[in-house]
């Protein structure tokens, strides 16, 4: 039960504990996140994603009356988003114990507020609650209506509902996320200052980090589904500076990870600025173009992430690493310690 | 050329100085977030700043309100990206009309601390993250020469304004390493609304123009933009 062992109830503390892996010698240390600069280099480049977390949770009336919840999983267009669809029932209970939501036909109209509805487009074919919603009001008066009515993804573990403000990483710009993009949560500006200061770069990127988990076994399992992301001109030019000097390239997140990756294996193997759309799934055995080193969460066995930390983690490696996060007590989770995935060589 | 295409948000924006400062930023080309409680002043002010040929969305909100810093930094970043310049414009005298701290009730106490002083603490929390992340950002608090002059019947807005000013101090020692400046500045008194409510025997002749104090603060916030670098938000 190593999954249990790792994400019993997690108090809100910051994540202060880090475990570092060495892929190259094979060893496992129990550090602090405190340390992290000087676990990095002058020269390495570390890559954060920027994303806010959006109030991507709508309480909502289907047409029948009955209540459900609306979870935003991405935004393709203005006023049109992918959405997930919940049964009724909040955040203490686990989604997958949830009851069922109610099935919406195209056309069909689910509303949150008097002046606030949404229209289904589409639904998907790989699950009845994945859905395409086109949103009324669209454009600024879409924002102001889903920062009133919507509130953040919320996590059973928890003992009280998160607010707004407690989802967002130190360096939260645009809204893009459906869930934190919780591997840079521990990165305060103090932190980030040391870390300029021993000369590690800092860049960035925007990653619209999708949904952790649904509630359908079926669409869980499909996911993350494909996420958009845009990277700056700045954040391409500093991983080539990288690549010149011998720096490593420490990717916060997976969701950096899937950027970086995807956009190479969609362009020959170069990270291309701006905006674009990956499908790309990590896991045991792909083959890093880009990154070299991993900044995250604590991962366990049967999330989607840990199929990600895989991708860094060769055999037996994966195994001891989940041996010694049941076995040292670290906490999963988003407001979780973290896991630092770095060898001492750069990857080319 | 300062502003073409700033991002800018700004509080306190439907009337008096903040309304004249976003029509000024607008027509210099800022893209701009409008604050206020009021939607439907509001709502006039960014009509204002479009036809003078600016871009402006509105975000109505109350800053003194405990959970609006993270709803009017979502609405306003999701419009127009990374915000570049924030202008904490928007105050409260505290009692009106004023009187003695003697006379002064809680509640009239706390809501000028909650507007001038815990409402721009909050709102700037939620925006230097990634002005620090991209190396650079200009923060501006509007105050008062009651935050260093002790005038009688001013109690609960000096106060208010003298500990802004502290408060905007310590955040420029804590970030200008990290390229964030934080700037204090005093308008003067003008011919406002709340200068009405301040001291309505005022001859309105005697006092300066909004718009005219709004000219000349966006030059001297021009020379700070010129002088920190703010680094621009890449094209959207």
Redesign the interface.
């Known amino acids: 039960m190593i999954h249990a062992l790792a994400t019993l109830q997690a108090p809100i503390t910051p994540a202060h504990r880090l475990l570092h892996v060495d892929p190259d010698g094979g060893e496992l240390a129990d550090r602090s996140l405190d340390a992290l600069p000087a676990l990095l280099r002058p020269g390495d480049l570390l890559v954060?994603n920027?994303a806010?977390t959006?109030?991507a949770s709508l309480a909502a009336t289907a047409p029948d009356g009955s209540a459900m919840e609306i979870r935003l999983a991405g935004e393709e267009g203005d006023g049109l988003w992918r959405c997930v669809l919940l049964g009724s029932g909040d955040w203490r209970t686990p989604t997958e114990s949830r009851p069922p939501p109610p099935l919406l036909e195209p056309g069909a109209v689910v509303r949150f507020a008097a002046d606030f509805s949404a229209r289904v487009e589409r639904v998907a074919g790989v699950s009845p609650r994945l859905v395409w919603l086109r949103f009324s009001p669209s454009g600024?008066r879409f924002?102001?209506a889903l920062?009133?009515h919507g509130r953040p993804v919320q996590y059973a573990y928890e003992s009280l509902p998160l607010?707004?403000?407690r989802v967002?990483?130190?360096?939260?710009?645009?809204?893009w996320s459906s869930e934190m993009p919780s591997a840079g949560r521990g990165l305060t500006?103090p932190l980030?200052?040391r870390l300029r200061s021993r000369g590690v770069e800092?860049a960035?990127l925007t990653h619209a980090a999708g949904l952790s988990s649904t509630g359908d076994g079926e669409l869980d399992a499909a996911l993350p589904l494909p996420e958009r992301f845009e990277i700056?001109?700045?954040t391409v030019a500093a991983l080539e500076a990288a690549r010149h000097s011998g720096g490593r390239v420490v990717a916060v997140g997976t969701t950096v990870v899937r950027a970086l990756e995807g956009s190479a294996a969609a362009h020959g193997g170069q990270v291309r600025p701006g905006a674009d759309t990956t499908p790309l799934i990590l896991g045991p055995g792909h083959r890093r173009v880009v990154v070299d080193g991993l900044l995250s969460g604590i991962h366990a066995r049967d999330s989607s992430h840990y199929g990600l930390l895989r991708a860094f983690l060769p055999p037996p490696l994966d195994t001891h690493y989940l041996l010694q996060v049941a076995s040292g007590g670290y906490r999963g989770h988003e407001f979780g310690d973290s896991t630092l995935i770095l060898s001492a060589q750069t990857r080319r | 050329m300062d502003w073409r295409g700033r991002t800018v948000l700004l509080t306190g924006a439907s009337r008096g100085l903040g309304e004249a400062l976003a029509v000024e930023l607008g027509r210099a080309g800022a893209r701009l977030a409008l604050v206020a409680r009021e939607e439907q002043a509001l709502t006039r002010v960014v009509r204002a700043v479009r036809e003078a040929g600016g871009e402006a969305h509105p975000v109505p909100g109350d800053v003194s309100s405990a959970d609006a810093a993270a709803r009017i930094a979502g609405v306003a970043t999701a419009l127009l990206g990374s915000i570049e310049v924030v202008i904490h414009n928007a105050s409260s005298l505290g009692p009106v009309p004023l009187r003695p701290l003697a006379e002064t009730s809680d509640a009239a106490f706390e809501e000028a601390l909650a507007t001038n002083l815990v409402g721009p603490f909050r709102l700037s929390r939620a925006l230097v993250g990634p002005m620090a992340l991209r190396g650079g950002g200009l923060v501006v608090q509007v105050s008062s020469d009651a935050a260093t002059t002790p005038y009688p019947g001013w109690g609960a807005y000096g106060a208010s304004k003298a500990a802004l000013e502290h408060l905007g101090r310590i955040w420029d020692a804590e970030l200008a390493a990290s390229g964030v400046r934080f700037v204090n500045v005093d308008p003067g008194e003008m011919d406002t609304r709340m200068h009405r409510d301040a001291m309505p025997e005022a001859d309105p002749a005697s006092l300066a123009r909004p718009e005219q104090v709004a000219q000349r603060l966006v030059q001297t916030l021009s020379a700070e933009l010129r002088a920190g670098k703010v680094p621009a938000e890449a094209p959207r």
């Open positions: 954060v920027d806010a959006l109030p600024e924002w102001r920062y009133r607010s707004l403000d967002q990483t130190p360096y939260a710009a645009r809204p500006l980030l200052r800092l960035s700056p001109e700045a």
